[in-house]
């Protein structure tokens, strides 16, 4: 079988020139990065309207088994474009570090890719390194403050703004700087997390202009004060020299499908600490020049959907049209109860207990407006008494579901949900869970009750101080985001299928008044990866005429 | 008075395309970043013979005084153009974190800079961001290699690899890894130097094409393993991996002068730790398109210009064909005792004094099978008595001097300079000041006799020791990098002018296995600075127009 790398180098890109002027990208705000990469200036876009249609993908609670979210995604888009709707694609980034571990590639895959795979895959044009130099100089600038005299008296034991890199390297979770003597500073406890979740990756996700931009860089909150009060990146100054360092990066990442559908690629926030979508700029931009807009979030619908429609579809004023519920077979019998390897063997009944996931997800888009239609993502271990289970279940449900070939036909494996999508398209109708004003308690508890059907809500006697902070700060007010297990419903990952009545436990919350939001952590949270025993490095080469080979 | 950026600002530049078409580099070899900035596809030139011939521009013992060699090199280079001469520059690349640090801006300045100026210092097209990750992934796959189970038995307290940040952090200078427990691996003292002190930016600037690329990686020395052998990237096969990210940085960059001259601007490795010179690859990319290529090194000749020869030109095979030796009358003034303050007033007897600094230099060059000519760059302090002093002295000696006003007048400011360096240049006659093969402590002592003018060298107890395992290892004969203080020649920066007979104390000996030298350290250095008290970044703004502010 071709490996992804194999196919995406096998075909044949058209420049990317041709491929903004085919939607209408004036070529005047065409910034080319080689041949077939592009940023459009975002400034030199005046006068037009955001108008296409956005739909919003996303998927079953992620199993190993693998759901292909992206992949459907790409597939679909080429169908559209193949049906001759005016589709763009607007896709989150991927990183770097998980490139060298685990996964050695992110930008769908089989036929249905965004291309060029090795660039987009590899420093892209260097978004994820402009954040990371913008989070460092802000460390640097506070520990340069606290070794110069420190006037705004911060207390080094309280700085919250952790160094990143866009690596997996579990060495740098947790670290002791400024060691050496006082020429190298003051002694600190620290970390380093990856950049994808670096909070000005998320402010990047979430500003809407440049202006924007300064204004929530200013917000950051890098620590307390000695008399614990917030000390912001605002009042270190350091939002102008941060914003410079960003110019490029805010500006949307133009590339294209296999089945040359333009696509946005842009920021890459995590799902779980973070909202899980790429950026408010990216989306608007492709608004400009598609009637239909293909974006994704990340993991289910409980985390990447709730916080697109709360958090980014809220800074962003967007109307979201229609949605699409990605399951596989695999996963909804993994759901079901069996294990990993078993989800290639036929099992109607593992599938049949399996399918509340899809139904509750299914059911929890529709709590924002919108009703999806569900993409089954066919493998070629499926069964067709497994696929007809799964149809006559979306029918009795009055439920529109399609299947999907998207990894070995591209756009031709996905022309029936293409139409299905269409049909499906709807006026602006769709809505946040929640209204932010009534405070993060209500949040959390509406999110919890509706979405993640628990019938509690537990504060731990840190998030319960912490709730105080936020309030005396006037923070309580910002849209929440709930760090919790893609896994499960509830905050217990090995809890599947389709929970109720369990009890949420918020253990911390931690105000990103930069990005907005406040960040609700109800269980540890990785937000540095290591390396696996035989890291995806170990197969990535390169050859004399700089063939690469070894991404998947 | 204008600023750096504001002159930068007001000038219309050219698409790099045309800039391009002028001096005859292929379309098809073109990779454009934005619309004035582009990689050249070096390997896509076959067949095109480098037959520019190469003129170094190097200085006198740098002093606080600040003597311009890059802006007379682009002023040069563009009273070359305007002669018509087809002129190219080959630079290195600034650093961000000086930038964001003291210096907020290094490409040249005035009327003699190259542009876009604020991209050439913000991330350019993304070279150091590489190295950067290049040079992680490997610090991650050692600590990796170590906590799944060290099959090489590297040694974690030998652990020579250290990570790197493009950014001005004193705190990251010495720091502990791997804290927290069993899951974040094993705690290690370690450090982080700036991105421009990595080794990998050295092999950057120091190989020929991939391939060499890729073996020089392989070939770099991460630590010692128990039984006290070198451990390589290569024993870990990290290479491809390291090479498949830098697949683009290996390209050289194309810009353009304000007067229109092509610059390449690539690489940017140290000139005390490293060989300070810009790549040899885009050295060599110069010479297929140029009648007269200019070049720079780091500091004065005792290191810049030493290392250029003896490593750069040693492994690009590089024949030289002139010399420009930069000097200021205030610099010299400073060289001859007075106080930076003082260094504005007339004052001929200090000029007398410091005058040997530059007699020094050029004779140093000399040594190297070129006769330099000096240029003399002008400041509005510098006065009639002064400059007479020095075209007397000048021509007392048989050295070919021409004053330059570049700064503000740029290449109209050289005219004198250009036709001094063309009637000077010679048929290939350089050669490198002594033979490796000798083994190091035969180099050190030729160095430190001919160039330094040292009386005797010394080496600490760890040197010898250091030296005993270079030889133990098969690395003695690799040429030396000796790192030393720029402002003197001897290893006391305090001891000025035209010092002799005194005592080099050589106290570490490194092999620097992947870049191909063996690091000479002569006292303290530091690899990561830090903020001072007022960092550039304070004054660096962008506006809601994406206009920047405060890069000098």
């Not at 180098?9 to 903004?20: G, S, V």
């Not at 909070?199 to 008399?227: F, H, N, P, Q, W």
Request: net charge negative; proline share 5%; charged share 20%.
């Amino acid at each position: 079988m071709n490996t992804d790398v194999a196919i995406a180098q096998a075909h044949k890109l058209e420049p990317i020139a041709d491929i903004a002027a085919r939607v209408g990208v004036p070529q005047d705000a065409l910034i080319p990065y080689g041949r077939y990469m592009a940023k459009v200036d975002s400034t030199a876009l005046p006068g037009l309207e955001a108008k296409g249609k956005v739909v919003l993908v996303t998927g079953v609670s992620p199993t190993p088994a693998g759901e292909g979210k992206s992949t459907v995604l790409i597939g679909l888009a080429d169908a559209l474009t193949a049906q001759g709707t005016k589709a763009l694609v607007a896709l989150r980034e991927p990183s770097l570090g998980p490139v060298m571990g685990i996964k050695g590639g992110a930008a769908g895959g089989g036929y249905s890719q965004v291309v060029p795979m090795e660039d987009i895959n590899l420093h892209f044009t260097g978004d994820f390194h402009a954040i990371t130099s913008a989070n460092n100089t802000l460390a640097a600038l506070v520990d340069n403050h606290i070794h110069q005299g420190n006037a705004l008296g911060i207390d080094p034991r309280r700085i919250t703004w952790q160094r990143c890199l866009d690596v997996n390297d579990r060495s740098l979770r947790s670290v002791v700087t400024g060691l050496g003597g006082p020429a190298n500073g003051v002694p600190a406890q620290s970390g380093f997390t990856i950049t994808a979740a670096s909070e000005i990756m998320a402010i990047l996700g979430l500003a809407t202009d440049l202006a924007d931009l300064k204004e929530r860089l200013a917000r950051i909150t890098v620590g307390l004060s000695y008399d614990k009060r917030p000390v912001t990146a605002g009042d270190l100054g350091a939002q102008g020299a941060m914003a410079a360092l960003l110019k490029d990066a805010i500006n949307p990442n133009l590339v294209q499908t296999l089945g040359g559908t333009p696509a946005f690629i842009h920021g890459g926030p995590f799902a779980n600490i973070a909202h899980g979508c790429n950026t408010i700029i990216a989306t608007r931009t492709a608004q400009k020049f598609a009637d239909v807009v293909l974006t994704e979030a990340g993991f289910g619908s409980d985390l990447g959907a709730e916080k697109f429609f709360d958090i980014k579809a809220r800074y962003g004023s967007l109307d979201i049209a229609g949605a699409v519920v990605v399951a596989t077979i695999r996963s909804l019998k993994y759901n079901g109860g069996v294990s990993k390897e078993e989800t290639s063997k036929e099992n109607v009944e593992a599938l049949r207990r399996g399918v509340v996931n899809l139904e509750r997800h299914v059911d929890n888009v529709t709590k924002f407006g919108v009703t999806p239609v569900v993409a089954v993502n066919l493998f070629a271990s499926d069964t067709e008494a497994e696929r007809a289970f799964l149809r006559g279940w979306a029918t009795e449900r009055g439920i529109a579901l399609a299947e999907a070939d998207v990894w070995a036909q591209g756009g031709a494996g996905a022309s029936e949900l293409a139409d299905l999508v269409m049909a499906n398209l709807s006026e602006a109708t769709s809505r946040p869970l929640y209204d932010a004003a009534a405070g993060v308690e209500h949040s959390i508890e509406t999110i919890a009750r509706e979405i993640y059907r628990a019938g509690s809500v537990q504060y731990s006697v840190n998030a319960q101080r912490d709730l105080a902070t936020l309030k005396e700060n006037g923070f309580d007010t910002l849209p929440v985001c709930i760090s919790k297990t893609q896994y499960s419903f509830s905050d217990e990952p090995s809890v599947l299928g389709a929970p109720e009545g369990h009890t949420l436990h918020v253990r911390k919350l931690i105000p990103r008044t930069g990005a907005g939001f406040i960040l609700a952590l109800t269980g540890d949270v990785m937000t540095m990866p290591g390396l696996p025993k035989k890291p995806a490095a170990d197969g990535i080469d390169i050859d004399a005429d700089g063939v690469i080979s070894g991404l998947f």
